[in-house]
């Protein structure tokens, strides 16, 4: 049986309470609003603070407010309610469709958007038991001195697994971030950096106070895809999501978001010139979906095969554009070409 290692259990009912307590304790303190990936962690001794600091009675935090500049979300709204908010549905649907993808039921119903957005990094070598990662030597990431994935590299890379950041990436969204004596708004595109070890820009102390959609994403289209091992449950292998606007049949401001085999999402580029005059059209869909499988590879950070999940990179971005534009995700005859 996995325990928990001991702790002092903290329960904040105010933000400033909260604050206070990280302005004190930040590096023996883990913040934990859902629990649903801290606690597995914790049970693994991936993290051992002192203070356990559970968030989920800051009542001030769970909201979802739509106004006239976007919506603004709270981090302790859980993803099930995020996903069936009337007005997510009806603005965000590649929202609505990440969010309700992220894991299965029960965890949706804990799991939390800020706990999405701040998920840990997830690796082979690094999700296992105290005694597992032991025999092994521990790893760069917890405890050891060696990446066992780029045995020579100084940085980790174990894979970002959440389901929103990709989406709310290509939705220009952006977080607000507080601590006791600072408050910052960081784009999401910003928020990640590409090492594993710690794949935020949060500082010790900071807290994420919420997520904000801008308007000018409401009228985007969109298409979230998500490969997993088991449709049921399991953490993206592989995750794309796009999103565009759309006049007078042209597309504009497009963004194709490629996540889960890296430590941070990655953008791909030079959509616009992928996009000849704007024109979504099959061959448009090919010269994007091979541009991606040109700038994103996966490494061998969780236990399924690279070379598998590189070729579904363009198959599940041409998916993703498809969905976008209302076609069914798969074509009449896919060929897989990567
Ligand atoms: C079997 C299983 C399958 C899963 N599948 C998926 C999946 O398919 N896709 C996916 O995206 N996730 C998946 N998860 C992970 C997890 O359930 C979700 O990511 C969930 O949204 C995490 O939210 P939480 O509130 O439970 O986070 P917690 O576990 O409470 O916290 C996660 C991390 O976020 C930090 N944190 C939480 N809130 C804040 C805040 N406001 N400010 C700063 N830091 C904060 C915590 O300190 C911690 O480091 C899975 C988990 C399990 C156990
Ligand atoms: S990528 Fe390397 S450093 Fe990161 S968790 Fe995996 S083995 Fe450890």
């Excluded at 913040?31 to 009542?59: F, S």
């Excluded at 609505?96 to 706990?115: F, H, Y």
């Excluded at 995750?239 to 194709?256: E, N, P, T, Y």
């Excluded at 992928?274 to 499988?293: C, F, M, S, T």
């Amino acid at each position: 049986m996995l325990t928990l290692p001991r702790f002092e259990w903290v329960e904040p009912r105010t933000l400033d309470q909260l604050l206070d307590h990280l302005a004190a304790h930040a590096a023996e303190s883990l913040m934990v609003a859902g629990g649903t990936d801290a606690v597995p962690n914790l049970k693994h001794r991936l993290h051992e603070p002192r203070y356990l600091v559970h968030i989920g009675r800051v009542e001030e935090l769970r909201f979802v407010r739509d106004e006239a500049d976007g919506l603004h979300v709270g981090p302790l709204v859980t993803l099930a309610d995020l996903a069936r908010h009337p007005v997510v549905r009806r603005d965000f649907a590649t929202l609505t469709r990440a969010a309700s993808l992220v894991a299965g039921p029960q965890l949706r119903n804990m799991g939390t958007i800020g706990g999405n957005l701040c998920l840990d990094t997830r690796c082979t070598y690094y999700n296992q038991t105290f005694f597992w990662r032991e025999a092994l030597g521990f790893c760069l990431k917890k405890d050891g001195a060696v990446c066992h994935v780029v045995p020579q590299g100084k940085r980790c890379v174990a894979a970002h697994s959440s389901d929103t950041a990709p989406v709310l990436i290509t939705l220009d969204a952006e977080v607000e971030i507080r601590s006791r004596a600072a408050r910052r708004t960081v784009p999401v595109e910003s928020f990640f950096v590409a090492d594993g070890i710690h794949n935020n820009v949060l500082a010790p102390g900071e807290v994420v106070t919420r997520v904000f959609v801008p308007a000018r994403a409401r009228a985007r289209i969109g298409g979230y895809q998500k490969l997993r091992p088991r449709g049921a449950i399991d953490f993206p292998m592989l995750s794309v999501a796009f999103a565009a606007s759309r006049r007078d049949g042209h597309v504009a401001d497009a963004r194709l978001v490629v996540s889960a085999l890296a430590a941070k999402p990655r953008s791909v580029t030079g959509l616009d010139a992928l996009l000849a005059d704007g024109v979504l059209d099959d061959a448009a869909i090919e010269r994007i979906a091979q541009a991606a499988a040109k700038q994103c590879r996966p490494v061998i950070n969780i236990p399924y095969d690279e070379d598998y999940r590189h070729a579904m990179v363009p198959v599940f971005v041409r998916r993703a554009l498809r969905e976008a534009l209302g076609l069914p995700p798969r074509a009449a005859r896919e060929v897989v070409t990567a």
